[in-house]
C-alpha cells in the first residue's frame, strides 16, 4: 500500500518568514495530494490540494508543489501569522483507493 | 462543501462499559467513511473503513469484537467502543469522501476518556 513520509515533525518559525513543509510518497499510481491543518481538538481541515497532472498550486500565502519523478511534494507557507500555528498533515491517494494514506504531521508553530 | 457531524465531542464513560459514536453525512450520501484514531501529537491512524450495507474493514491490530461498526444508511456509521478501559481513552475521528469522491471531510471527532 501507500506509505507517506513527512518531514519535519516540528517548525518554528517568526511571524513574516517562510515555512516548508515536504512529504514524499511510495505508490507512484497516487494522484491526488491534499494538505491539512489541524488545530487542537479540532477537526482536520483541507487548506489545498494538488492532482498529479499539475506541478504547482497557490491560494493566496499558500502553495503545493508536486514532483512526480521524485515523488515528493511540498507545502510552503508565505507571510506566517500566528493563525498559522496547527499540526499539518500531509496525505496521499492512488486512483483505485478510496481512502487517503497520511503523513505523521508537523507541528507549526508561528512566533510573533 | 460537504459536511460530516460527528457526537458526541466528548464522553467520559466507566471502564468496561461501552459507548457509541456516530457519525452523520448531513447533505450528501456516503456509502464509505472511514473511522480514525488519533494520540497526542500523532497522526491519524485508520482504525478501519465502514461500508454500507456490508462488513466494515478493519486494519491490522484492529480488534473487530472491541471497536464495533455499524453503517446502517446512507448518511450515518457508528463506532462503539465496547468494554472500555484507560487505554482506550484517545480522540476518534471519521471522514467520508465528499461528492467528488477525492476530498476527505471530518467530522468534530470524540475525545473519549475511560475511567
Known amino acids: 500500500g501507500e506509505n507517506v513520509e513527512q518531514h519535519p515533525s516540528t517548525l518554528s518559525v517568526q511571524e513574516g518568514d517562510s515555512a516548508v513543509i515536504k512529504c514524499t510518497y511510495s505508490?507512484?499510481?497516487?494522484?491526488?495530494f491534499p494538505w491539512y491543518k489541524q488545530e487542537l481538538g479540532k477537526r482536520p481541515q483541507l487548506i489545498i490540494d494538488i492532482r498529479s497532472n499539475v506541478g504547482e498550486k497557490k491560494d493566496q500565502r499558500i502553495a503545493v508543489t508536486l514532483n512526480k519523478t521524485a515523488k515528493h511534494f511540498s507545502l510552503h507557507i508565505t507571510e506566517t501569522q500566528p493563525e498559522d500555528s496547527a499540526v499539518y498533515f500531509c496525505?496521499?491517494?492512488?486512483?483505485?483507493?478510496?481512502?487517503?494514506?497520511f503523513g505523521s504531521g508537523t507541528q507549526l508553530t508561528v512566533l510573533p | 462543501g460537504a459536511v460530516v457531524s460527528q457526537h458526541p465531542s466528548r464522553v467520559i464513560c466507566k471502564s468496561g462499559t461501552s459507548v457509541k459514536i456516530e457519525c452523520r453525512s448531513l447533505d450528501f450520501q456516503a456509502t464509505t467513511m472511514f473511522w480514525y484514531r488519533q494520540f497526542p501529537k500523532q497522526s491519524l491512524m485508520l482504525m478501519a473503513t465502514s461500508n454500507e450495507g456490508s462488513k466494515a474493514t478493519y486494519e491490522q491490530g484492529v480488534e473487530k469484537d472491541k471497536f464495533l461498526i455499524n453503517h446502517a444508511s446512507l448518511t450515518l456509521s457508528t463506532l462503539t467502543v465496547t468494554s472500555a478501559h484507560p487505554e482506550d481513552s484517545s480522540f476518534y475521528i471519521c471522514?467520508?469522501?465528499?461528492?467528488?469522491?477525492?476530498?476527505?471531510?471530518f467530522g468534530q471527532g470524540t475525545r473519549l476518556t475511560v475511567v
Open positions: 471522514s467520508a469522501p465528499g461528492p467528488k469522491g477525492t476530498e476527505a471531510f
Open positions: 496525505a496521499a491517494k492512488p486512483g483505485s483507493a478510496r481512502q487517503l494514506t
Open positions: 505508490d507512484s499510481a497516487s494522484n491526488y
